[in-house]
């Protein structure tokens, strides 16, 4: 089995910046994909990120895109989302979850783990 536990979140202003990590126990996720999503009040979930097995292949939802950046340290386990430039448009819940071995997935449905959620609102 696999947990996911998602920190880092927080109450900041817009223009600034949070980092999120996601820490894992039980197996390995060296091999899986991960990714980042979100969820704002009254909202359906959304994908933000997500990062290949390797590290080597990310992608961005078009909202994020040059302000955010998806990482992972296979050695150490975790996987982070620097967040710049945060908008109130960014206030949500963010997911980390962990999707297919050496497969690569954009949609939360191809995803098996699925952390608590970290809260991060942004003030105008």
């Known amino acids: 089995q696999v947990q996911l536990v998602e920190s880092g979140g927080g109450l900041v202003q817009a223009g600034d910046s949070l980092r999120l990590s996601c820490a894992a126990s039980?197996?390995?996720?060296?091999?899986?994909?991960m990714g980042w999503f979100r969820q704002a009040p009254g909202k359906e979930r959304e994908f933000v990120a997500v990062i290949s097995w390797s590290g080597g292949r990310a992608n961005y939802a078009d909202s994020v895109k040059d302000r955010f950046t998806i990482s992972r340290d296979n050695a150490k386990n975790p996987m982070y989302l620097q967040m710049n430039s945060l908008k109130p448009e960014d206030t949500a819940v963010y997911y980390c979850?962990?999707?297919?071995?050496?497969?690569?997935?954009?949609?939360?449905?191809?995803?098996?783990?699925w952390g608590q959620g970290t809260q991060v609102t942004v003030s105008s």
């Open positions: 979850a962990a999707g297919p071995p050496y497969g690569y997935s954009l949609y939360a449905s191809s995803y098996a783990y």
């Open positions: 039980g197996r390995s996720l060296s091999s899986r994909t």
